[in-house]
């Protein structure tokens, strides 16, 4: 007669469990990453919180009130505020083809592509699509646009690319992880049955991560509205040249039009992105 096996015996705890050990360590970590980032940046707080400084910055925000309301100036704001929009929205139109291109082959399905049989070609060009995207994402837009500028000159142009290659790295990275933490069931039916690559991806895959790269679509958009807005300070067009120009000659109260326009186009896209995701989710 076998003897019944007993228990398996449970952490003590007063030991804890070593399974968590590791995200004890990493906070820790991060704890005292944060304590000596406050240590060695000399922040001068009381001079910031000074009745002098106060009194200052009172005074300067008191020049932007009340804003120009000039017909002129609001027709020219209105135009800048459309090219703003027109440009993150096609940055975002050319980051979204681009990075599902480079997502399927950064991600690491390569069963359900049929490429199993093949590791190493798969492993390499997995390799060099997510290098390409972290390089694309690790270049800030505003830097792009001063790279572009050169190339393109002024306008929206440069800044609309700008916006799309910084776009292509991020949402390429996002599409990638969908890929791979997607169900892969109806995937591997498909291959089963001989069906190819692309009709897989189509038929099977694209349905169940369509929300998520929607969602990851909308929300880059509204980062792009707030960066095209900042691309304008290097000559990329839209609001933000037309801010850097009427700061740069102290004309606050211009200034403070445009930046009135440049937070209402910024909630009217939040607003646009926030139904659109309502009703996608339903």
């Keep these: 007669m076998n003897p019944i096996a007993p228990p398996p015996a449970r952490p003590s705890p007063l030991r804890g469990d070593p399974g968590r050990r590791p995200w004890g360590v990493a906070l820790a970590a991060v704890a005292v990453l944060v304590i000596a980032s406050f240590w060695t940046l000399d922040l001068q707080w009381a001079a910031f919180f000074s009745i002098d400084a106060l009194q200052r910055l009172v005074s300067f925000a008191t020049e932007f009130v009340p804003p120009a309301t000039d017909p002129a100036l609001v027709r020219r704001v209105a135009s800048a505020s459309l090219e703003t929009l027109a440009m993150s929205a096609c940055g975002t139109a ?18 359900l592509a049929g ?3 093949a590791p190493a070609s798969w492993a390499l060009s997995r390799a060099a699509a997510r290098l390409l995207l972290n390089g694309l994402r690790a270049v800030p837009e505003l830097v792009w646009a001063t790279l572009l500028l050169v190339a393109a000159g002024l306008g929206p142009f ?13 949402l ?30 189509v038929a099977a895959q694209l349905p169940q991560i369509a929300p998520q790269l929607m969602s990851y679509t909308l929300y880059r958009w509204e980062n792009n509205i707030r960066a ?20 740069g000659l102290f004309q606050t109260r211009e200034a403070s039009t445009v930046l009135i326009a440049t937070v209402g186009l910024v909630l009217a896209v939040d607003a646009l992105s926030w139904v659109t995701r309502r009703r996608w989710m339903r």
């Design 158 to 170: 440069p800044g609309t690319l700008a916006l799309a290659l910084h776009t292509t790295g991020v």
């Design 172 to 201: 390429g990275r996002l599409f990638a992880e969908a890929i791979e933490n997607a169900p892969t069931g109806p995937a591997q039916a498909l291959r089963w049955r001989g069906t190819g690559p692309v009709a897989v991806f």
């Design 115 to 117: 490429l199993a049989d």
């Design 94 to 111: 050319l980051a979204l083809a681009g990075g599902l291109l480079l997502a399927l082959p950064a991600s690491l399905r390569a069963d």
């Design 228 to 247: 095209a807005a900042v691309l304008g300070v290097v000559g990329a067009g839209g609001l933000g040249q037309m801010l850097s120009f009427h700061l």
